[in-house]
């Protein structure tokens, strides 16, 4: 059973950085592709990173591609999201997710019940 239980979340400034975790149960972190997607009030889903199982590569949207960070430890079958110069337009729920399709479409299978992240201005 897939699971996944995300930390980390909280208030930080403009400007500021958090890292995110996530503790991945269930399954084998290389069975899938790992990433990040973030949700605010009255807007669409919008994914933020995706760790590719294929090639190992981690795709970014345009904004938070410099800002953000994928990394991952197979070993404790942990997965984080660093964000660095946090915008006030980052303040979202973030779900950390899993997923065997397209890692482009940000298009997971799995999530957990999210973080909130909210940047002060």
């Known amino acids: 059973q897939v699971q996944l239980v995300e930390s980390g979340g909280g208030l930080v400034q403009s400007g500021g950085s958090l890292r995110l975790s996530c503790a991945a149960s269930?399954?084998?972190?290389?069975?899938?592709?790992m990433g990040w997607f973030r949700q605010a009030p009255g807007k669409e889903r919008e994914g933020v990173s995706c760790?590719?199982?294929?090639?190992?590569?981690?795709v970014f949207p345009d904004s938070v591609k410099g800002r953000f960070t994928f990394s991952r430890d197979n070993v404790k079958n942990m997965v984080y999201l660093i964000m660095h110069n946090l915008k006030p337009e980052d303040t979202a729920v973030y779900y950390c997710a899993a997923g065997k399709k397209y890692c482009s479409d940000y298009d997971f299978d799995y999530w957990g019940q999210g973080t909130q992240v909210t940047v002060s201005s």
């Open positions: 269930g399954f084998t972190l290389d069975d899938y592709h």
């Open positions: 760790f590719s199982r294929h090639d190992g590569s981690t």
